[in-house]
């Protein structure tokens, strides 16, 4: 299984600053098959990027994520009040899937 | 729009059996490139898999769940169901379906609904 841990855990920023999550796993990952969510108090997680990079429907451009192998990154070009939230990132690989265990973007 | 809506008892004993039920709209689940998944989450705590179907009947599960797992598709019906045996309070979480693109990543969700295992 591999293991996906995300780094910081809490992340405090202010409105306007950019934010950067990542995302390291334990083995080598396909880039096609990692993704990342955002998820709100009380709300289900929202698919935010798809295949490291690409962004889902409705996702603004200030959201972008890159990375490869081990270590994949979501940045947050110019916070906006909304994105404050909980993402996880999240691989697919040898028929099973894993979620990193959240990092939390609160306000500073 | 792809909807999805869960639905099934909140309150089981322990050792019961745990069932739900998405029903999806706006979308069917005899789409040959989406799979069908559940994902929950215990309260306070990160996701966790449980496992996913398609709806030619082949499915794959959490290793750490696969003994006491079953997901089924209703295409009639177009709705399919998780069946989660021996239920513990470990077990408490909110349970979300999701839809899954070529088995890679979750694209749509249900609002999610919460199960409770106490005696």
């Known amino acids: 299984e591999i293991v996906l841990t995300q780094s910081p855990g809490t992340l405090s920023l202010s409105p306007g600053e950019r934010a950067t999550l990542s995302c390291r796993a334990s083995?080598?990952?396909?880039?096609?098959?990692l993704a990342w969510y955002q998820q709100k108090p009380g709300q289900a997680p929202r698919l935010v990027i798809y295949?490291?990079?690409s962004r889902a429907t409705g996702i603004p451009d200030r959201f972008s994520g890159s990375g490869s192998g081990t270590d994949f990154t979501l940045t947050i070009s110019r916070l906006e009040p909304e994105d404050f939230a909980v993402y996880y990132c999240?691989?697919?690989?040898?028929?099973?899937?894993?979620f990193g265990q959240g990092t939390r973007l609160e306000i500073k | 729009q792809v909807q999805l809506q869960e639905s099934g008892p909140g309150l089981l004993k322990p050792s019961e059996t745990l069932s739900l039920t998405c029903a999806v709209s706006?979308?069917?689940?005899?789409?040959?490139?989406?799979?069908w998944s559940w994902i929950r989450q215990p309260p306070g705590k990160g996701l966790e898999w449980i496992g996913y179907?398609?709806?030619?009947?082949?499915?794959n599960y959490n290793p750490s769940l696969k003994s006491r797992v079953t997901i089924s598709i209703d295409t009639s019906k177009n709705q399919f169901s998780l069946k989660l045996r021996s239920v513990t309070a470990t077990d408490t979480a909110v349970y979300y379906c999701?839809?899954?693109?070529?088995?890679?990543?979750?694209?749509?969700w249900g609002q999610g609904t919460l199960v409770t295992v106490s005696s």
């Open positions: 999701a839809r899954v693109p070529y088995a890679i990543y979750f694209d749509y």
């Open positions: 706006g979308g069917s689940v005899s789409s040959g490139s989406h799979y």
């Open positions: 179907i398609h709806y030619s009947g082949t499915t």
């Open positions: 083995q080598s990952v396909t880039s096609s098959c």
């Open positions: 295949s490291a990079s």
């Open positions: 999240q691989q697919y690989g040898s028929s099973s899937v894993t």
